[in-house]
């Protein structure tokens, strides 16, 4: 277990990913909330701390969350979240600021961060099929 851990950070590392290179147990904890959607429940979170780099202005990453088909299509680099596991998204972690400095979204002081409970929620729509 730890061996294949271990082997997957090497390749990631040889391939210049950054893939689930964070540390699952310190994620909160995937909200209890039922039928979760993008529309009325993560959409205004994006729109209050990610649209102003990743909507109808700018798209950094080449990254847009201001739609479903956008957010599950991803950026440069995919998705960054698989449904059913919140906990291996780099996604979650990023919100989550457990990546690297530059890699926590919104970047340090350009944005609200989520809160534990959102970082929740994110998970709960992450594993109730991302609908
Ligand atoms: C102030 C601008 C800014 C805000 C606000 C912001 N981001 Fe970003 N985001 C960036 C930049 C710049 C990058 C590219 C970082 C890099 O390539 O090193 C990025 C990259 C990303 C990536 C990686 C995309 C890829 O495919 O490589 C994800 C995922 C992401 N952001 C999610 C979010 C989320 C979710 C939010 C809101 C919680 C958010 N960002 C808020 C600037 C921002």
Redo the contacts with the bound molecule.
């Keep these: 277990m730890s061996l294949k851990i271990a082997s997957a950070a090497v390749l990631s590392a040889a391939l210049g990913l950054s893939a689930a290179d964070f540390d699952a147990s310190k994620l909160p904890p995937v909200s209890t909330k039922q039928g979760v959607t993008y529309e009325k429940d993560i959409k205004p979170l994006?729109e209050r701390?990610?649209f102003?780099?990743?909507g109808p202005e700018k798209q950094?990453?080449?990254?847009r969350?201001d739609s479903l088909e956008a957010t599950l299509k991803?950026?440069?680099?995919?998705a960054?979240f698989e449904k059913g596991a919140s906990a291996k998204s780099t996604?979650v972690a990023?919100?989550a600021r457990l990546m690297s400095e530059?890699?926590n979204?919104?970047?340090e002081g350009?944005?609200q961060a989520?809160s534990k409970e959102e970082v929740g929620l994110l998970r709960a729509w992450i594993d109730q099929g991302t609908k």
């Design positions: 994006f701390s990610c102003k780099c990743h950094k990453a080449k990254l969350l991803g950026g440069a680099d995919g960054g996604f990023s919100v530059d890699e979204m919104p970047p350009k944005g989520f």
